[in-house]
């Protein structure tokens, strides 16, 4: 029915043997990508948060 699961395995591992820099699959894995982005971006917002507090109130002392 076309290649199984097993040598489809084997060959990835034989390709990231032969150059380790290996070509992305076909389906180009968007997901990790869009995960690492929101969690980059949860964290900049996160601390661009605590930064702005933390800068707001020192002013505001006379």
């Known amino acids: 029915?076309?290649?199984?699961?097993?040598?489809y395995g084997e060959q990835f591992f034989d390709l990231?043997?032969?150059?380790?820099?290996?070509?992305?699959?076909?389906?180009?894995?968007?997901?990790p990508i869009i995960v690492v982005t929101?969690?980059?971006g949860a964290a900049l917002v996160v601390?661009?948060?605590r930064r702005r507090r933390g800068g707001l109130r020192r002013p505001s002392v006379p």
Request: proline share 17%; hydrophobic share 55%; glycine share 6%.
């Open 16 to 31: 990231m043997a032969d150059h380790l820099p290996a070509p992305a699959p076909e389906p180009f894995p968007i997901v």
């Open 47 to 49: 601390w661009r948060a």
């Open 1 to 7: 029915m076309g290649i199984g699961v097993s040598d």
């Open 38 to 40: 929101v969690v980059l």
